[in-house]
T-cell receptor
Framework: SQQGEEDPQALSIQEGENATMNCSYK?????LQWYRQNSGRGLVHLIL?????REKHSGRLRVTLDTSKKSSSLLITASRAADTASYFC??????????FGQGTRLTINP | SAVISQKPSRDICQRGTSLTIQCQVD?????MFWYRQQPGQSLTLIAT?????????ESGFVIDKFPISRPNLTFSTLTVSNMSPEDSSIYLC??????????FGQGTRLTVV
């Protein structure tokens, strides 16, 4: 069963604005990861945050993790049209298997 | 990192037929994962394919419907058998590297008519 719940399901913003997506999960995890999917193609790994980390940055991406609330957020700053995609969180407990959230469909308007 | 070549990229198939999807990885990996993504939905794990042993299927997926082969550490196939329109989905293969991040093939977009 799907563990992660993401909100919002869809987000539409103007280019240059920041986009924030949230993810909640139900069980303990080793790490939480964020992926991007363009137009139903393969997923691209964006960032991984381990259960003992609270915040991580990569370029314009900032991820936070609150294990007490079992939630994570992905912030994309200074959005660009090329950021238009679906974004998924995925949790990993062990044995490499990932459980994906429902995803957020992000649209950046020029 | 890992590069995965998945084919076909898309296909339109008649109901009742079968389609075999292939994934080739550019490095040896212990486990390969097969996912289904139904239209507008997230990814659902079908099974984990280990070399030299039978695949491990998730709840709701059975070997008769989704037989998997894993003849070596760089290759795997997933067959979608006796297809119906409900099988129309994107199918993706994936591997996880030592760093815990996953790499995906480009997906196979299957339409059953």
């Amino acid at each position: 069963s799907q563990q992660g719940e993401e909100d919002p399901q869809a987000l539409s913003i103007q280019e240059g604005e920041n986009a924030t997506m949230n993810c909640s999960y139900k069980t303990s995890i080793n790490n939480l990861q964020w992926y991007r999917q363009n137009s139903g193609r393969g997923l691209v790994h964006l960032i991984l945050i381990r259960s003992n980390e609270r915040e991580k940055h990569s370029g314009r991406l900032r991820v936070t993790l609150d294990t007490s609330k079992k939630s994570s957020s992905l912030l994309i700053t200074a959005s660009r049209a090329a950021d238009t995609a679906s974004y998924f969180c995925a949790t990993q407990r062990g044995a490499q298997k990932l459980v994906f959230g429902q995803g957020t469909r992000l649209t950046i308007n020029p | 990192s890992a590069v995965i070549s998945q084919k076909p990229s898309r296909d339109i198939c008649q109901r009742g037929t079968s389609l075999t999807i292939q994934c080739q990885v550019d490095s040896q990996v212990t486990m390969m994962f097969w996912y289904r993504q139904q239209p507008g939905q997230s990814l659902t794990l079908i099974a984990t394919a280990n070399q030299g042993s039978e695949a491990t299927y998730e709840s709701g997926f059975v070997i008769d419907k989704f037989p998997i082969s894993r003849p070596n550490l760089t290759f795997s196939t997933l067959t979608v058998s006796n297809m119906s329109p409900e099988d129309s989905s994107i199918y993706l293969c994936s591997v996880v590297t030592g760093g815990a991040e996953a790499f995906f093939g480009q997906g196979t977009r299957l339409t059953v008519v």
